[in-house]
């Protein structure tokens, strides 16, 4: 069984629109969680980082955890054709430095 | 301030030759990795440098595969003999210090994506 399971998408939304990425994992130990944006022949480049449950926001993106569900989410609001990207999540144990990706998913915002 | 670099960019061999790797972390940062991306699979870790000694290498698949950071600075990876199977782009990251934080994330390198044929 994979650490960490993310849908890969492709998913295509118009303009404006909403956007819901999520990830789920079966490790209980991890407690820290990222996720990374990476465009075409790019490396991935942090976009949120959360410490165990709860919600984070920053600007149009939201993070949130449920770890009693082992459940992962980015809400990316009003998107934008820059959007149009790569995410991927990761996640990391207490007392380890070894980050879990996800398989990441494609995302295209249609102008 | 320059953002973690991987030299080549790409590079096709073929099967049994050998391929070296090279990335040069962000100025100051201690702490250096190396993952890999096979084709349609998630990114895994390889290994961990905290400045010139491996700190955790489980994540390297054999021993065909050698990593070294002489110095602490840049880091080598080296593939001999190369498989197939070692096709896909190979990603380098760096931290300030260990552990996680948003200060002490891992900032990661554009990748060398390798085909071996």
């Known amino acids: 069984q994979k650490e960490v399971e993310q849908d890969p998408g492709p998913l295509s939304v118009p303009e404006g629109a909403i956007v819901s990425l999520n990830c789920t994992y079966s490790n209980s130990a991890f407690q820290y969680f990222m996720w990374y944006r990476q465009y075409s022949r790019k490396g991935p480049e942090l976009l949120m980082y959360?410490?165990?449950?709860g919600n984070k926001e920053d600007g149009r993106f939201t993070a949130q955890v449920d770890k009693s569900s082992k459940y992962i989410s980015l809400f990316i609001r009003d998107s934008q054709p820059s959007d149009s990207a790569t995410y991927l999540c990761?996640?990391?144990?207490?007392?380890?430095?070894?980050?879990?990706f996800g398989t990441g998913t494609s995302l295209t915002v249609i102008p | 301030e320059a953002g973690v670099t991987q030299f080549p960019s790409h590079s096709v061999i073929e099967k049994g030759q050998t391929v070296t790797l090279r990335c040069d972390p962000i100025s100051g940062h201690d702490n250096l990795y190396w993952y890999r991306r096979v084709m349609g699979k998630e990114i895994k870790f390889l290994l961990h440098?905290?400045?010139?000694?491996?700190?955790?290498e489980s994540g390297m698949p054999n021993n065909r595969f050698l990593a070294e950071r002489t110095g602490g600075t840049y880091s080598t990876l080296k593939v001999q003999p190369a498989e197939l199977e070692d096709s896909g782009v190979y990603f380098c990251a760096s931290s300030q210090v260990p552990g996680l934080g948003l200060s002490k994330t891992q900032y990661f390198g554009p990748g060398t994506r390798l085909l071996v044929l």
């Open positions: 959360t410490y165990s449950s």
């Open positions: 440098f905290v400045k010139e000694s491996k700190q955790d």
């Open positions: 990761a996640m990391s144990a207490n007392t380890g430095n070894q980050f879990y």
